[in-house]
């Protein structure tokens, strides 16, 4: 960043082909496997339960941290 380097978050297009090309090969590889089955469909509500749970404590910690970081705190 000293010598002018920009760090951004990915384009949402970039992120959501991601998204639906994981979704995708998880698909295909629980039609070929029962044994990847079994964990995916067992994790899967975690997952989605646990993305909640960081949007409340992640998020809020790494907003501060980065308020911190522009208040020269840090």
């Known amino acids: 960043m000293a010598t ?3 760090f951004l978050p990915f384009p ?6 991601s998204f639906n090309a994981a979704n995708a090969f998880y698909a295909e590889t629980m ?9 995916y ?3 899967k509500p975690f ?3 646990e993305v909640l ?3 409340v404590v992640e998020n809020t910690f790494d ?4 308020r ?5 705190k840090l």
Request: charged letters at 30%; glycine letters at 2%; a positive charge.
């Open 47 to 49: 997952r989605n339960e």
């Open 63 to 66: 907003n501060f941290m980065a």
């Open 31 to 39: 039609a070929k496997n029962q044994k990847f089955k079994k964990v």
């Open 68 to 72: 911190q970081s522009v208040a020269n």
């Open 53 to 55: 749970w960081l949007r």
């Open 4 to 6: 002018g380097t920009r």
């Open 12 to 17: 949402t297009s970039v992120t959501e082909a």
């Open 41 to 43: 469909d067992s994790w």
